[in-house]
């Protein structure tokens, strides 16, 4: 994605064995809506994307921050969307107002040009942790 881009695509490269490769694109959607366009929403910016199993499933995920302007406000949407397919994950995207432009009463004057976007950080919080420690372990043993 690029910085004040609407989109979001996939590519895969194969390799012919002499390390030149040829791209295709998998997939690829709008990260607003025609509503949402038409609105006059429009990305600021976005965040670097993360690869992780959101959902679980087996199968990678992009994470995505995005910065959202519209009427004078700021939002951040924070999208999780498969790789397979451009699909949003279920419970995605997650939606954050963070205020107007022009308002003075808040502590910080923030601005469209002055917000950082943050990165999203991928955590593993199943209770199981064993497969993990015992690669650790095998890893301290060499």
């Known amino acids: 994605l690029a910085g004040g881009s609407s989109s979001s695509s996939s590519s895969s490269s194969t390799s012919d064995g002499v390390g030149k490769g040829t791209g295709k694109t ?3 959607r709008n990260l607003l809506t025609d509503e949402e366009r038409g609105q006059g929403m429009t990305i600021v910016g976005t965040s670097p994307m993360t690869l ?3 959902d679980g499933n087996g199968a990678l995920d992009i994470v995505l921050t ?3 302007s519209h009427l004078e406000r700021n939002a951040f949407r924070v999208y999780a969307i498969s790789a397979m397919n451009g699909s949003d994950v279920d419970h995605f995207p997650k939606h954050f107002d963070m205020g107007s432009t022009t308002d003075n ?3 910080k004057q923030d ?5 950082v976007i943050p990165s999203p950080l991928l955590v593993d919080l199943h209770t199981n942790q064993l497969p ?3 690669r650790i372990r095998m890893n301290q043993r060499l």
């Open 66 to 68: 995005v910065q959202i």
């Open 111 to 115: 601005t469209a040009d002055t917000l």
């Open 105 to 107: 009463s808040s502590k």
């Open 132 to 134: 993990w420690l015992d």
């Open 52 to 54: 992780g199993d959101v």
């Open 26 to 28: 998998i997939w690829h």
